[in-house]
């Protein structure tokens, strides 16, 4: 009788594979269980292990010849096994707090990328509308002085336009009197003689078209983007510095034009990105050189502890270091009047309030100059090093406030504008008195101390 549509045929083929497959399973089964329990030859419980086959065995197998100088105690290989296994739990929930720190941090950078966002989103348009509106109103100004140009010149052509129709009123009635006294008898040309001269001595005055009255269309059109682009080098500041807020540790707050930083009172939350100090309160500048000359300037004022240089990227920013030349650091520092260039005390003439910066990458000159308003600039050390790496400016400070006067571009000067074109910032070539170099001003950098902060 033929099975109902509802009920599945047998398929004795795929039953037949089933019940082998179950069988192996079955037969690996009783296998590890005879391999975790009992010897696989005797009934006997495995103390040895035969490193030849590698299989469990008892004491009785133990003296067999093929197995015999080839064992080790179980118990040993157990326990190195368990040793083994510890330490890589103990690697291993290292490695899950590392893990774990690192998802903390991603998060903290996640909210403070996002925050960095808005905030450099909204200072990009603060300074375009600046822009703008410095377009704006040179467009307005330079289409006014158009528009002014354009009525002046025609109150100057209806002035002259005036004085020529009035000259051709007058010659037209002299004519027609000339006319007339062509045609008079002699004896009345003789007796108008006087009168006919001086008519005609008055009215031989040419007409003259006066210059200036067409429109100065060179003055305003001529290298018209250069002269706007020109004024408008003279309203903006160019610092040959600029700090850069992701390598300043969190208790230094870096101003929004990125050219001072001071020390807060509360720590601020922010990521542990290896760009970072974390352990000194160290800033660099974000630029770094590795070609060309370059030059900056640092107010110290009174302050008795603080540091400035150059710095490798390479440097450590997490753990101890030392501002010495084989760690990456070339710097001069003072504490308590006492100052080290590198690890080398050095003994200045007088107490800086200024301290230059000029570096010379290709030479490999990194000098240092007291440039105390009022007094000469002398020099205070300089280091000769073939620089591997491209250097950054270095700055920290371990008293309150202190001052990095930085040298800003301006217009002025043709100097400052050519380095600027190039890219690299201008070093004064005045050796004589303190005085601030062609075509620029001065700026303020504060920065705070630089103690390990927990």
């Not at 005609?200 to 269309?217: C, E, H, K």
């Not at 700026?443 to 630089?450: K, M």
């Amino acid at each position: 009788m033929p099975a109902p549509k509802d009920t599945p045929e047998v398929n004795v083929t795929l039953k037949n594979l089933a019940d082998t497959f179950a069988g192996r399973i079955q037969g690996d089964s009783n296998s590890e269980t005879n391999e975790e329990g009992l010897c696989c030859v005797h009934p006997l419980k495995p103390t040895m292990i035969c490193m030849t086959d590698r299989e469990v065995i008892c004491t009785e197998c133990e003296s067999v010849k093929e197995h015999i100088e080839k064992v080790i105690r179980l118990k040993d290989m157990a326990a190195d096994t368990r040793q083994s296994i510890s330490l890589n739990l103990i690697k291993m929930k290292q490695q899950l707090e590392d893990c774990n720190d690192v998802e903390d941090t991603y998060m903290i950078m996640r909210k403070h990328t996002m925050v960095q966002h808005d905030e450099v989103e909204k200072k990009i348009k603060e300074e375009f509308l600046q822009l703008h509106r410095f377009l704006r109103e040179e467009e307005e100004a330079r289409l006014a002085a158009v528009k002014e140009e354009a009525e002046r010149n025609q109150m100057t052509i209806e002035r002259e336009l005036k004085i020529v129709r009035g000259q051709i009123h007058a010659l037209t009635e002299a004519i027609q009197c000339s006319q007339k006294d062509l045609i008079k008898d002699d004896v009345t040309i003789f007796q108008d003689s006087s009168r006919i001269k001086a008519r005609a001595r008055n009215t031989l005055m040419g007409p003259n078209v006066v210059s200036g009255a067409v429109m100065d269309i060179a003055g305003h059109l001529g290298n018209l983007k250069f002269k706007v682009w020109k004024k408008m080098m003279e309203t903006v500041e160019y610092y040959p510095v600029i700090l850069d807020p992701n390598t300043a540790d969190g208790w230094l707050s870096v101003s929004e034009d990125m050219t001072s930083v001071t020390e807060i009172r509360n720590k601020q939350i922010v990521p542990d990105n290896p760009e970072r100090f974390t352990r000194y309160i160290y800033v660099l500048g974000s630029e770094g050189y590795d070609s060309g000359q370059h030059c900056w300037e640092v107010e110290v004022g009174d302050r008795d502890r603080w540091s400035l240089g150059v710095a490798y990227k390479s440097i450590e920013r997490k753990e101890e270091t030392f501002l010495e030349p084989k760690f990456g650091f070339w710097t001069l520092w003072m504490t308590e009047d006492n100052y080290t260039v590198g690890a080398v005390p050095c003994f200045p003439d007088n107490k800086p309030k200024k301290v230059r910066i000029e570096l010379d990458c290709d030479k490999g000159h990194l000098s240092f100059y007291d440039v105390t308003d009022d007094m000469p600039m002398t020099l205070i050390h300089t280091f000769f090093h073939a620089f591997t790496e491209t250097l950054y400016p270095f700055f920290s400070t371990e008293t309150d406030d202190m001052s990095c006067l930085l040298q800003q571009w301006r217009s002025g000067s043709s100097e400052g504008l050519g380095a600027l074109l190039k890219g690299t910032s201008a070093i004064p070539t005045g050796r004589g008195s303190n005085r601030q170099p062609s075509g620029y001003r001065s700026g303020v950098l504060t920065s705070g101390p630089r103690l390990p902060k927990c």
